[in-house]
């Protein structure tokens, strides 16, 4: 369990670090909104902090510049056309340039303390599994990795002795409230969600919505991936995955309660009626230094929040009726075995197809549902296998996608 884990990793890092030398960090996806917003608290703790490795997809001129500003020691792209532009960036610096994705694997292979994970989607597993299995602390952002290999992840987590901390607001808030020794007098994870930019919008409308709009987070600012997922409800989704394989706590109890305002993050309520939260202004970089820190705690220039004007706090359930992801993910989280890596992966690409233009929004939904229902479910053991179904899945959407939109709600 990942409790286990935690509590011995605690001991051995009290154990061993008592004079505080600068924590090694490398970045996997460090161009997106995480990955800037942990380079901009690591800019400001300069001593306390010593990058290792940076990983971008195809942004040399971005990630060179990352790299400079952060003294790193490599620099990775993980498109391997981007090599010489990379290596031009970075002449004279004496920071190493690598490309491809072995070269982001090895990244995570580097001797780094801390590993955050910020790559999007699958494409995050392989890179982050390299680190997990050097028994590296894993500050996780990439939550689909989660979704589409949860347990293998969960169980090499174990067996290399690795530190898993969520970065993910809400599982970073959990994480903070939860008395893992007493794990079975949790009732219930009150998973905040805000309810995104269609939070009160009927089906007919959402049918014509735009990527522009999509992507136009009311309370937070991320890459656009997250922000469409935020939008069609799929990212509280795949939180409640998220979460399952996080928290020893068991699917029912995890519910999900819209929260618009995003200040409480997320909540875990004991069997003695006690809830307890934590609260904060919607800035990853607090999330991100919790994570970076702990178990200790660093300063994050995140807004503070101010109770005298904060205003109402509301609370509302989520309505499964006009957003259908939210009922696909549990439905795939109950079915197991290759259900998650299915509807994890039809959702990518559907994500995609939609911010190309080729899909409507509410067709996100339906590619997954249809493509759920033609990979049907079988147990799930191995990565091979993850890496299979991925493909598979992936190629089902596409052609659903291809078929075009379905216009009505
Ligand atoms: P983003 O799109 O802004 O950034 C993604 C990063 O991954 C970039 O550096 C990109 O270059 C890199 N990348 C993309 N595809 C890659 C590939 N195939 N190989 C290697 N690198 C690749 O995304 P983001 O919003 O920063 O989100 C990153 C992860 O964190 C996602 O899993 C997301 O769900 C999670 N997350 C994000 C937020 C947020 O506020 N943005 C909050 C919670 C969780
Ligand atoms: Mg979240």
Known sequence: MVTGQIRTSLAVRQATEGARAPRRVSVLGATGSVGRSTADLLMRDRAGFAVEALTANRNAEQLAEMARALGARLAVVADDSQYAALKAALSGSGIEAAAGEAAVIEAAMRPSDIVLAAIVGAAGLESTL???????????????????????????????????????????????????????????????????????????????????????????????????????????????????????????????VVHPQSVIHSMVEYVDGSVLAQLGSPDMRTPIAYALAWPERMPAPSARLDFQTLGNLTFEPPDPQRFPALRLARQALRAGGIAPTVLNAANEVAVAAFLEGEVGFLDIARIVEESLNVLGSEPLATLDQVRVVDERARAVARDLARRGRVSVG
Do not use: Y
């Not at 970073?172 to 939070?199: H, K, M, N, Y």
């Not at 009311?218 to 997922?229: C, E, L, T």
């Not at 409640?240 to 394989?245: D, G, P, T």
């Open 130 to 256: 390299a680190a997990v299995r050097r028994g590296a602390t894993v500050a996780l952002a990439n939550k689909e990795i989660l979704v589409c290999a949860g347990a293998i992840v969960m169980a090499e987590v174990r067996r290399h002795g690795a530190t898993l901390l969520p970065v993910d607001s809400e599982h970073c808030a959990i994480f903070q409230v939860f008395d893992f020794d007493q794990a079975e007098r949790v009732s219930r994870i009150l998973l905040t969600a805000s309810g995104g930019p269609f939070r009160t919008m009927d089906r007919w409308a959402m049918a014509k919505v735009t990527p522009a709009q999509a992507v136009a987070h009311p309370n937070w600012s991320m890459g656009a991936k997250i922000s469409v997922d935020s939008a069609t409800m799929m990212n509280k989704g795949l939180e409640v995955i998220e979460a399952h394989h996080l928290f020893p706590v068991e699917e029912e109890k995890i519910e999900i």
